[in-house]
């Protein structure tokens, strides 16, 4: 998996190269994308909204999506994330903070 330096994400096969799957996001992705543990879906977390995407790996499509306004809507929400984030052993929690931690 890639990010780029504009707004996608794209997914490309590990043995020709090729690109599989790309999709358009909001802002930029400055985080490494993270496989669930059973390898089926694939986290991003945008860095201009903090919006975290679940993506299935095969063909790209969005299974849920969910930025920090969807939690709680104040200005801190409109902060970067560029920190690393992860995902608990079991796949049900993501962790991650803006610069605000």
């Known amino acids: 998996f890639s990010a780029s330096a504009s707004t996608s994400f794209h997914a490309i096969d590990a043995e020709s190269g090729k690109e599989e799957w790309s999709v358009s996001t909001y802002s930029d992705i400055v985080t490494q994308a993270i496989l669930s543990p059973d390898g089926e879906f694939v986290y991003t977390v945008e860095r201009g909204n903090g919006k975290v995407t679940s993506y299935n790996v095969i063909d790209g499509t969005t299974q849920w ?15 970067s994330v560029e920190a690393d984030f992860s995902v608990s052993s079991d796949g049900y929690y993501l962790y991650y903070g803006d610069i605000h931690g």
């Open 65 to 79: 999506s969910a930025d920090c306004t969807d939690f709680h809507a104040t200005q801190f929400c409109q902060y």
